[in-house]
């Protein structure tokens, strides 16, 4: 069964550290890694990775996969109270029809001011 | 607003009954995904439709059901509710059958309560 675990389950910082989310993954057929942020109620999109050892960027955000250790890393520099929420990581499997996502139980970041 | 459309907001009902919840995909989306989310299971993948049809299935319990009409919403039905069902229910949409490179946009979900 696919599967994926997020570590830490919660995460509390101050303003201005750095923090290191964990994404590690079993997938029958793997297609792609995707991070989401989760506020108050929809998830939102932050990305997707298909490929090892290439970041992924966006401002104070990154991340990078390692498909030979079957993990994932989500970096936010310079954290801000506006990063408080819960990161949530995903799989997609590669299957014949459909899609889906498997998703982690996610980390809950609070960043104090 | 992701342009993805969930109603109700929020339902409360007792046990046993019957519920619908509605989404309305982005304009040109014509897959839509049904997730719930709940505060032990996290978020689990329900169930897929493709321009009307079926395409994938996940963990979706025997009473439940959905389907996607032919204006594209889609409805999920879910009946003898217990309190174990209790959850935010997600819909979310995407262009293509097998999914976008950007992974699909969700909906901001309806917060179900049993009692």
């Known amino acids: 069964e696919d599967k994926v675990v997020q570590s830490p389950l919660s995460l509390v910082v101050h303003e201005g550290d750095t923090v290191t989310l964990n994404c590690s993954y079993e997938v029958t057929n793997f297609r792609s890694l995707l991070w989401y942020k989760q506020e108050k109620k929809a998830p939102t999109f932050l990305f997707m990775l298909t490929s090892s050892g290439i970041e992924k960027k966006s401002g104070r955000l990154s991340s990078i996969l390692d498909k030979k250790e079957l993990f994932s890393i989500l970096n936010i520099t310079a954290t801000q109270t506006g990063d408080s929420a819960v990161y949530l990581c995903?799989?997609?499997?590669?299957?014949?029809?459909?899609?889906?996502?498997?998703f982690g139980a996610g980390t809950i970041l609070r960043v104090k001011s | 607003d992701s342009g993805v459309t969930q109603t109700p907001k929020h339902l409360i009902t007792a046990t046993g009954q019957r519920v619908t919840l509605r989404c309305s995909p982005r304009s040109g989306d014509l897959s839509v995904y049904w997730y719930q989310q709940s505060l032990d299971q996290g978020l689990q993948f329900l169930i897929q439709y493709y321009n009307g049809e079926e395409r994938a299935k996940g963990n979706i319990l025997e009473r439940f059901s959905a389907q996607q009409f032919p204006d594209l919403h889609s409805e999920l039905n879910l009946s003898s509710l217990e309190l174990g069902d209790s959850a935010l229910y997600f819909c979310?949409?995407?262009?293509?059958?097998?999914?976008?490179?950007?992974?699909?946009?969700f909906g901001s979900g309806t917060r179900l309560t049993v009692v």
């Open positions: 995903a799989v997609r499997p590669r299957m014949e029809y459909g899609n889906k996502l498997v």
């Open positions: 979310a949409s995407s262009v293509e059958q097998a999914g976008p490179s950007y992974g699909y946009t």
